[in-house]
């Protein structure tokens, strides 16, 4: 008996109809890690067939086990770790930018989303608010719904703990290309000025070998030494990024501060072709200095030709997030105001866990978050690993749910649980959804609603024709999503809304349905 059929089975005489636990952890026989296509539907089981235990979609199912339109029934929740990356979407804009489509296994739609400003509440202290909120489409009992998850603005500068910030640069040949190298140089000098004297920098360097340039030093008195450190950069030979990833912990490690935020900063193309080149291994070390020290891992990516994939790996096994800069302007964003603004952490290993009404939904898929999925009984599981998360930070999870045809009232509760950075103690908040909140269309609801689905529409364009993909409902042309992108950015006054706005015209130039 397949494995699917297996966990169906047991969920169905131990729990007597309720949600089965588990398939969050890709029981379909999906590979999490290499799943390039948006998770299909998790139909759920009829409860009106007469003996209310779901064994009629339960049966669809076992009469094909390896279909991927079916999840063992009954399963009405969605668990996976947050995620604050937005380096695919930075990437894919700078390639349609350069008149080239990006490879739809480096589009995920969740860094689409989470790259643009959100309107949710934010909460007081450490953790996180919630607001859930949703809208119909244009396709018959198909909606939107949107889990936001908030966390408190960033403090000032002098509010918060210092860091100590373990700077890995890639100096290979690949990054002499204008755009890589010299954004790094320019602008680790403007954030040196800015960083708090009692504030701690190292450099370490990798091309065929790693160097370490710089130890653990305070910048209190000692900023010349670190500018002049920075101006020794050159870029020369391959890409050993094993060797930096490996040089950048242990220099992280003998330079641990405690009361400090401790992070590895890696900058590169991510193009290894040198030494240990095996993400297996690279990511092994960088899990187990998370384990011991709870150092994190923030990937910043860099040129035309990106290793996007070994880059967001790195950044999921090492507890951080990535982001990716093409100009000075955005280079300068990042290293000069994100990231001091955001050193600290106010959440641990956050997990979210969506739980839906059987009553009144009868099919849901989450977009994105493929390689984030968690098993739904370890989302209490403190163990398990999560996602860091730090202030000033939103995270969106955007779902496309099928509702029963008429059905009214509660459909949805969202849960988010982490652990305080400090002292490891577990929190939960929660969030809940009527049908009678939906909007009656996307293109009616909140302006920053909008935006979301503009970028979760503009994802699903360039990730079409992949293997298992189904469109997004209430889907529209790449012509009319760029003009109502357009109307949202004057609305909103906002410039990567604008941004967005081109992004889509460009797609729309290379693809067949613009």
């Known amino acids: 008996m397949d494995r699917n059929r297996i966990r169906g089975v047991l969920a169905l005489t131990a729990a007597a109809g309720l949600l089965l636990t588990g398939c969050g952890a890709g029981d379909s026989g999906r590979s999490k890690a290499d799943n390039s296509t948006y998770p299909t539907g998790r139909p759920a089981p009829d409860y009106n067939n007469g ?35 937005t380096a695919s979407y930075g990437y894919a804009r700078r390639t349609l930018a350069e008149g080239r489509l990006p490879d739809p296994s480096t589009v995920r739609p969740e860094e689409f989303v989470n790259s643009f400003r959100q309107d949710y509440d934010r909460p007081d202290g450490n953790g996180f608010s919630v607001t859930v909120d949703g809208a119909r489409t244009a396709d018959e009992n ?3 719904l949107r889990v936001g998850l908030a966390t408190r603005p960033a403090a000032e500068s002098g509010e918060r703990a210092p860091a100590a910030l373990t700077f890995v640069i890639d100096i290979s040949g690949s990054m002499a290309e204008p755009g890589r190298l010299d954004l790094a140089k320019e602008s680790l000098d403007v954030m040196t000025d800015r960083l708090r004297d009692d504030d701690s920098v190292a450099i370490v360097t990798f091309s065929d070998e790693a160097e370490r340039v710089l130890p653990m030093t305070r910048l209190g008195g000692n900023r010349e030494e670190i500018h002049e450190a920075i101006a020794t950069l050159e870029p020369t030979d391959s890409t050993n990024l094993g060797a930096g990833v490996e040089t950048g912990y242990e220099t992280a490690v003998e330079g641990l501060r405690e009361g400090a935020t401790n992070r590895v900063v890696l900058v590169s193309d991510a193009l290894a ?4 080149t095996d993400p297996d291994t690279i990511l092994e070390r960088i899990a187990s200095e998370r384990r011991e020290h709870g150092i994190t891992l923030f990937g910043v990516g860099v040129g035309s030709d990106y290793g996007d994939a070994l880059m967001e790996r790195l950044a999921d096994r090492g507890d951080g997030h990535t982001a990716y800069v093409s100009t000075s302007d955005e280079a300068h964003e990042l290293f000069c105001e994100d990231l001091p603004r955001n050193i600290d952490l106010t959440a641990r290993d956050a997990k979210a866990q969506i739980a839906f009404d059987p009553a009144t939904v009868s099919d849901f898929r989450l977009i994105g978050y493929d390689n984030r999925e968690v098993a739904d009984e370890d989302f209490r599981d403190d163990s398990v690993d999560g996602g860091e998360v730090g202030p000033g930070h939103t995270v969106t999870a955007l779902y496309a749910v099928h509702t029963r045809p008429g059905a009214e009232g509660h459909l949805a509760t969202a849960n988010v649980r982490w652990l305080d950075p400090a002292s490891r103690a577990p929190h939960e908040e929660s969030g809940r959804l009527e049908t009678g909140s939906l909007r009656p269309s996307v293109w009616a609801a909140s302006p920053r609603f909008q935006v979301t689905a503009t970028a979760a529409y503009l994802a699903d364009a360039l990730r079409g024709g992949a293997s298992s993909w189904e469109p997004l409902p209430g889907r529209t042309s790449l012509a009319q999503l760029a003009e109502r992108a357009e109307r949202l950015a004057t609305r ?9 706005a081109a992004a889509i015209r460009a797609a729309g130039g290379l693809t067949p349905q613009g």
């Open 492 to 500: 909103t006054e906002d410039r990567e809304v604008r941004d967005l």
């Open 51 to 85: 003996n209310g235990t779901g064994e009629g979609e339960q049966k669809n199912n076992d009469e094909n086990p390896e279909s991927r339109e079916f999840a063992p029934a009954p399963d009405y929740l969605s668990t996976f770790a947050l995620d604050v990356d």
């Open 142 to 144: 198909w909606s939107l």
């Open 273 to 276: 072709n040198t030494g240990d």
